[in-house]
Structure formats: structure tokens, C-alpha cells
């Protein structure tokens, strides 16, 4: 091996044994993360309470999702054909006891499991809709 120094060329011998590929150690994928859903978008991120309130998320596998919440409240879920679009519904009075907050939970699970985590801002609805 020959390395360019301020001083000059220094030279040296180097003994060097590269690995085969198929030895390189790659991380495993947990079955979850390679099954589970996926959330790429959702609307809206914010909306006034108390209030009728529909999510719609996109994503893939969303048809695995068996429950929603909203700061703890449980939704409606109605998944649709395909797996790519998921509908939650949150009626007037389970978005009553909302905080007034830029960051309310909003919770996807498969079974007991969250497997998605979202934040939505929570304005007051001085409207009374």
C-alpha cells in the first residue's frame, strides 16, 4: 500500500482478507413490521369538537386495523375493499370530552396491539353543530 503523506510517499504491506458477500450480517425484519399496516396519508389533521368527526386514512394492509381511538375514546372502523383506505368515525358525543390540543392521540390497532400512531389538532366548535 503506498499513502501520500505531507512528508512523502510512506509504503507499507498490508495483509487483507475480504469477507464473501453472502456473509454480511443484514437485520431481520420483524414479522410485524413486514405485515402490518401502513398509514402514508389521513384527513383531516385537525377539526373542531364536539362534533361528527370521519378519518380517512391510505395506506397498505389497512383491512388488518380492528380498532381506533382518539385520546382513549373508541371509533367506528370501517375498513374498505381492498386494504388501501380505512374510514373512522367519531360521533358528537365521543369527541365531546376532547381536549383542545395539537396533539390528541389517534390510535390505530390490530387486535390489542397499536400499530399506528397519528396526532390531530382539536380546535373548539363554538358552532354547536
Known amino acids: 500500500m503506498r499513502l501520500l503523506t505531507p512528508y512523502g510517499v510512506a509504503r507499507a504491506n498490508v495483509d487483507f482478507e475480504p469477507k464473501p458477500a453472502d456473509s ?5 425484519k420483524k414479522k410485524d413490521e ?13 377539526f373542531s369538537a364536539p362534533g361528527l368527526t370521519v378519518f380517512e386514512f391510505k395506506g397498505e394492509k389497512l383491512d388488518q386495523i ?3 381511538t382518539l385520546n382513549t375514546q373508541p371509533g367506528k372502523v370501517e375498513p374498505i375493499k381492498g386494504g388501501k383506505t380505512l374510514k373512522a368515525t ?3 358525543d365521543l369527541t ?3 381536549p383542545v390540543s395539537r396533539t ?3 390510535v390505530l390497532s390490530k387486535g390489542d396491539t397499536a400499530v399506528v400512531t397519528k ?3 382539536v380546535t373548539a366548535n363554538n358552532g354547536g353543530n
Open 104 to 106: 390528541v392521540p389517534l
Open 24 to 28: 454480511c450480517e443484514k437485520p431481520e
Open 96 to 98: 365531546e370530552s376532547l
Open 66 to 68: 380492528t380498532a381506533v
Open 119 to 121: 396526532t390531530v389538532e
Open 34 to 46: 413486514e405485515d402490518g399496516p401502513t398509514v402514508s396519508s389521513f384527513t383531516p389533521t385537525s
Open 90 to 92: 367519531f360521533t358528537r
